[in-house]
């Protein structure tokens, strides 16, 4: 359980996507070999989950056997981390801002015929640039939710500032994200009064790092669990049809799938999400 005021680093962002510029933000010009992909050093610790050390299988997942799709866990209703999602489908889920508008459309448009449904939060900087159009998203069967307009952590804000924060041009949704995750009753009261609840996320790729594509799917591919909300970056590397491909495969060795995509477009304001 998150308490409040809690500020959690899941989120960290490079700037104002209305300044910066592409390069910059993502680490390397689109065809570019990628010269400053970070490698995780080490790998993550002994004991830790991680692509070195992936997370155990499921339990009753024999070696030889197929594996079982999972179980959802037991949830009656909404929560703050895991958000609507009561299914054992996982939730990928991307924040902030594409690189460019082409790539958001490419990228969605292979999402939604690799049958996976997005949960995306852009900023609304992002939208006001035209880098992200929520109304293709949503056509093309992925949520869009609310990521605030210029990314702040918002508990340093007063109320009537959150308030602000979650206006136009930003994404006007049932379910929004607080920048780094940072809340508190002041800005929880605020997500009320906009008529959203807050939606954070229970696996943290940390792909801000830089993360290769390949390190992240294979931190998605065995961390994520049954149910789980999987945080990453439309600017970052697990943002690419390749990526999402490869996950969808990873998980389905671990009787694991992303949320689907139904072929038809999403609402714009929905407590119902279908995962
Ligand atoms: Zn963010």
Redesign the pocket.
């Known amino acids: 359980m998150v308490a409040a005021g809690m500020a959690l680093a899941g989120?960290q962002?490079a700037g104002n996507p209305t300044t910066a510029t592409a390069p910059t933000v993502r680490g390397g010009a689109p065809g570019s070999t990628g010269t400053t992909q970070v490698t995780p050093p080490g790998g993550p610790g002994k004991g830790e989950s991680g692509p070195g050390n992936p997370a155990k299988p499921p339990s009753g997942q024999g070696t030889n056997k197929p594996p079982k799709v999972a179980k959802p866990p037991h949830r009656k209703g909404y929560s703050y981390r895991y958000g609507p999602n009561l299914t054992a489908r996982v939730a990928l889920t991307f924040?902030?801002c594409p690189r460019t508008l082409a790539e958001e459309r490419t990228v969605l448009t292979g999402a939604a015929q690799l049958g996976i449904g997005l949960m995306l939060?852009p900023?609304g900087s992002c939208i006001h640039s035209k880098r992200f159009d929520a109304k293709f998203a949503r056509s093309q069967g992925h949520y869009v939710f609310n990521?605030s307009n210029t990314?702040p952590l918002l508990t340093r804000l007063s109320y009537s500032g959150v308030l602000s924060q979650l206006g136009l041009p930003g994404v006007q949704s049932r379910y929004g994200?607080p920048?780094?995750g940072g809340w508190n009753n002041t800005v929880a009261r605020a997500y009320a009064a906009k008529g959203m609840k807050i939606w954070l996320w229970t696996v943290d790729t940390n792909d801000w790092h830089g993360y290769s594509e390949a390190y992240l799917v294979k931190y998605v591919t065995r961390t994520a669990r049954a149910g789980d909300t999987v945080l990453m970056?439309m600017q970052w590397h697990g943002f690419s049809v390749d990526a999402l491909r490869k996950i969808q495969a990873g998980l389905a060795k671990r009787g694991l799938e992303p949320c689907r995509n139904y072929g038809e477009p999403t609402p714009v304001r929905s407590w119902k999400v279908r995962c």
């Open positions: 989120c962002y924040d902030d939060f900023t990521h990314h994200r920048p780094f970056h």
